[in-house]
């Protein structure tokens, strides 16, 4: 059963317009990949030709059956996973020094912050020569743990996470632990 009030709702035509705008815009936004996505049932003639077709002539699925018979696809997929699990690792790190810096009080607390702050001014660039000398003495080099360490902790994500757990209050925590 449904209540209501008694007055009808008006649609507004300018509330109209900015649906069919936004509308259009998402189907603008999607056309890339839509595009991408047809083009891959495309022949090899058919995608380097001059004149352009959205929707393919003769359908084939030979890209699909390269990409799981020549390419080594699961390889790629399995690399690609252990960085992800790489990258909520370090998620996890950045979160819990982001928590401490903003809950707890310790000793140095302060410059310890300021120095991870100041680390965000060193450009990637001047890093780039060391870390690879460090990974290459710590026999890293072409592994996936030699490209995951280095973005383990960031200074930007842990200020960002310390921001955020300064807004939660004490008493909310308490309450967390109580429970």
């Known amino acids: 059963m449904i209540l209501t009030t008694g007055k009808k709702r008006r649609i507004r035509p300018w509330k109209v317009l900015v649906i069919a705008a936004l509308t259009i815009i998402g189907i603008a936004a999607l056309m890339p990949f ?10 090899d003639i058919e995608i380097t030709q001059k004149e352009l077709t959205f929707w393919p002539k003769n359908p084939t699925t030979a890209h699909y059956e390269d990409l799981f018979t020549r390419v080594n696809f699961g390889q790629y997929i399995k690399n690609n996973m252990i960085l992800v699990l790489f990258s909520f690792l370090g998620l996890l790190i950045n979160a819990m020094a982001g928590y401490g810096f903003a809950k707890f009080d310790f000793k140095g607390k302060t410059p310890l912050f300021m120095l991870v702050l100041a680390t965000i001014m060193i450009p990637s660039q001047v890093t780039l020569i060391p870390l690879y000398m460090m990974a290459h003495t710590l026999h890293l080099t072409n592994t996936l743990f030699g490209i995951a360490l280095p973005s383990l902790a960031g ?14 209050s004490d008493s909310l925590i308490e309450a967390a632990k109580l429970d």
């Open 155 to 168: 200074a930007y994500a842990i200020f960002l996470f310390r921001q955020f757990m300064g807004t939660i």
């Open 34 to 43: 839509i595009w991408m996505v047809l083009s891959s049932f495309k022949t």
